[in-house]
C-alpha cells in the first residue's frame, strides 16, 4: 500500500488526512482515490503539485510506485 497524505486545502475540503492506495504506479493511484477526493482534485487541478517521497512530479508521467513510497497532494500557498 502506498499512503496517501493530503495538504491545505484538499485535507480541509476532503476531510482526509492521508489514505492508503494499493496501487503499482502513480496513473493506478490516482484513478483509485474516492470520487469525493477525484471532485476535489479537479477543482484545483490547475495548481495541484504532486509529490513522491518529497520529490515533485509530473502526473502525466506514469511514475512506478514501491510499496514503502509516500504521495503528497497539496496545492501553492501563500502568507505574509
Sequence with gaps: ???VRFHTILKE??????????AENLSELLSKLPENVMQILEKYRNYLIILVN????????NIVLRREDIIDITIPVGGG
Design 1 to 3: 500500500m502506498v499512503k
Design 13 to 22: 475540503e476532503s476531510g482526509l488526512n492521508n489514505l492508503e492506495v494499493d
Design 54 to 61: 518529497g520529490h515533485i512530479v509530473d502526473p502525466k508521467h
